[in-house]
């Protein structure tokens, strides 16, 4: 039977969240292109337009901010069974236990059912960094650093993992990261999202199904893989012959490579863009060997039209994280707590037109087989 | 454009697993008919035919079973999980914060890796028992029945739910409804597990995704609603007329229709004939009422044969688990409790011939949206 495996190219739903132009290597959300939030948008801003549909006004967007920052703090019970995780277990393994945990936050019944949907969106994406940052410390076994209510959602995410408030420009890299991670159209997880919650289960059953999705190293660890290559690498000067071993091998060098976009992926431009920045101010020991790596793909590729393969969003970012001092471990959590506003959207839009996901198998088993009886097996 | 809302009839993958055979009436197992699991085998005989894909030896099945009722014991750290959760958090919830929270249980080195991934399965499926029960006596505040090993799957559940060894003819009635639910093709939280598998996240994070779709009553609360429905109805000697009402309002009747039976549900036809069975020995408030509820449907959907709507699985099996004194809210715990079996065995074979799930997005939203500066706005 013809069928398309992984449902590639396979239409599962509409959408006015975000669209992939992959032929033109743009992306924009709900019409804005990523490279104009970039700029001038900010995560909480950004998160309130996927949410709401429209940009705030600045009385909007205060509260906005203010509601984010008030719904920061995780119950005291979720402290608690985070304490009871060992901490050897993966972190995304411990985001979707916290998240799965939450019970609704309890909501104004004066709200209509859209406005209680968008509130527990928010105590869901406000909590994502305090949990994705306690479940850091956890790991190290450091104490958690309390959430303050006066920084941005990026900002505070730096204190709460370092302890330390970071500097306005390190804050605002980060928030741009933030933006640029935010919504995706159907990817695994986001697509999760909408298969769990198109059954009517909860907002924060759904998200904690869409966070298995991300857990897996070949959606969300794909950034933590292009270091340890770097890492393998070693130096820079052994950087051009690493690379045209493994083409030559036919080997996968991480980084590169889409299943939607056949141009350069716009999120990487701006990354690469602030990574160097960065670099500017103080070194990073991935820098060079990744600047490398990345010339010589573009220049053997591009020998072949139909090879010609860009780099990707993860290709810069996980050099980025770590020139912000974040840990490797900690990647695929950050791109949670981006990516959960972009789930939240997803959720809501998936109510307001509902079909339960039920796909067809092909079954290829045998039509009938005999139950033999034990005693004669 | 053109597209299959909630993907209805579009193929996403192949399964060896069991096929639907809704035109006649037919579920079968890797070719075996549910009618003859049903009469002849056991849960765990079963839940080793999916995951190996044949029938074991009796020694094999006596290894089987001591390995299941060895991993029946929950980690410390998991029921002092548990100890936090709210009472009054949504017993699903509790499933899946569980079962995420598991960290995988060691496997032994010299075994490949679809063994490990099967050792891995059999703790999950083992440990799922003790989890619906531990959760629903958490809720009723009740002290936790530690599991035996010298019973089935089934009957051990019950003992766990209520501190009592039930009868075995009881024990062999749970058995029963656990074999009929153990799969169902790519119903939308198998789906999900294949969807977060292939991203290679883990079995334990992957069946946490799974009972999230689960949780949600399009999906797993159908039983429940039968019965509610069956309150609201009050008395036998009302329901003809509430159903002829319904009709008239064209409104839902629980427990009626399926996107893919055409005719009876086979596992309805076996539930049914259990649940005659236990109410000759002892009297069921909602049998009565439900079987009216049942013939008046049938009698006036006749009458129009394109609105021929058969009962579907769920119609009994509620009244059913209400004979054998389950709460209502633990319906959905115990749809899990078979279900996990199936859902490992797809995690499995999806992983035999794995492609990332990344369907297409349908975009609805606007080409192009200005970005008014906040201060214009």
Request: aromatic letters at 8%; glycine letters at 6%.
């Amino acid at each position: 039977m013809e069928y398309s495996k992984g449902l590639a190219g396979v239409v599962a739903g509409e959408t006015v969240v975000s669209q992939v132009q992959g032929d033109v290597g743009k992306l924009i959300y709900k019409g804005i292109s990523i490279d104009t939030l970039a700029s001038q948008s900010t995560f909480e801003e950004s998160t309130y337009h996927a949410l709401y549909g429209v940009l705030p006004t600045q009385a909007q967007l205060s509260v906005f901010r203010a509601t984010m920052a008030a719904n920061r703090a995780l119950p005291v019970y979720i402290v608690e069974i985070l304490k009871n995780l060992p901490k050897t277990m993966h972190p995304m393994g411990i985001l979707q236990t916290l998240v799965s945990s939450l019970t609704g936050a309890s909501t104004s019944a004066s709200l209509s059912q859209v406005e209680q949907n968008i509130e527990q969106s928010i105590s869901i994406i406000a909590k994502m960094g305090t949990m994705a940052a306690y479940a850091s410390r956890h790991r190290k076994g450091l104490p958690f650093v309390e959430p303050k209510t006066d920084l941005s959602h990026a900002g505070n995410f730096l204190y709460m993992l370092s302890g330390v408030v970071p500097s306005a420009e390190m804050a605002r890299i980060f928030d741009v990261a933030l933006i640029l991670h935010l919504d995706h159209d159907f990817n695994a997880s986001t697509f999760t999202a909408r298969v769990t919650s198109s059954t009517q289960a909860s907002l924060n059953i759904s998200i904690a199904s869409a966070i298995g999705s991300l857990a897996g190293p070949l959606h969300g660890g794909a950034n933590e893989k292009v270091l340890q290559m770097a890492d393998e690498i070693g130096e820079s000067s052994k950087a051009k012959q690493w690379v045209l071993d493994a083409l030559a091998k036919k080997a996968k060098v991480n980084g590169f490579g889409h299943r939607v976009y056949k141009t350069m992926d716009p999120r990487a431009v701006i990354l690469k863009g602030m990574l160097d920045t960065v670099v500017s101010a103080k070194p990073n020991k991935y820098y060079d060997i990744l600047n490398i790596v990345h010339d010589t793909m573009i220049a053997e590729l591009g020998k072949t039209s139909k090879d010609y393969i860009w780099p990707n969003v993860d290709f810069w970012s996980g050099a980025l994280y770590n020139s912000l001092e974040i840990d490797t471990l900690d990647f695929t959590p950050i791109f949670t707590v981006s990516r959960v506003s972009g789930w939240c959207a997803h959720i809501l839009e998936q109510w307001q037109d509902n079909r339960i996901f039920r796909p067809a198998a092909f079954y290829i088993g045998p039509d009938s087989a005999e139950y033999i009886p034990i005693t004669a097996r």
